[in-house]
């Protein structure tokens, strides 16, 4: 069965830092590219990075492209994120996700309806 599970959301200043965490269970995470997306209330869901499958290569909207790094541990089945400089506007849901067929650039185009993904993680910035 084909599990993600977030972790690692809270509140947090504006400038502060947090990172995210994507366990994967049920699947070899490294043989599929992972996408974290954000949805917040009232907004777009927005994809705000990929790890590409065959060579980790990372991508990042422009929105938090020089703040956020997406990172992936093979040996523990997870991948991270780690935000730092946080903006009140990256208030929102952050899920990871994967698809069987897509890999990145692609996943992270907003539209996508992905094949797999977690219930997701609270992140707010806020003073």
């Known amino acids: 069965q084909v599990q993600l599970v977030e972790s690692g959301g809270g509140l947090v200043q504006p400038g502060g830092s947090l990172r995210l965490s994507c366990a994967a269970s049920?699947?070899?995470?490294?043989?599929?590219?992972i996408v974290w997306f954000r949805q917040a209330p009232g907004k777009e869901r927005e994809g705000v990075s990929c790890?590409?499958?065959?060579?980790?290569?990372?991508y990042y909207a422009d929105s938090v492209k020089g703040r956020f790094t997406i990172s992936r541990d093979n040996a523990k089945n997870t991948v991270y994120l780690q935000m730092n400089s946080l903006k009140p506007e990256d208030t929102a849901v952050y899920h990871c996700?994967?698809?069987?067929?897509?890999?990145?650039?692609?996943?992270?185009?907003?539209?996508?309806?992905?094949?797999?993904w977690g219930q997701g993680t609270q992140v707010t910035v806020s003073s």
């Open positions: 996700a994967t698809d069987l067929s897509l890999d990145c650039p692609p996943l992270l185009r907003n539209g996508i309806i992905y094949d797999y």
């Open positions: 049920g699947f070899t995470l490294n043989y599929y590219a």
């Open positions: 790890i590409r499958t065959s060579d980790g290569r990372p």
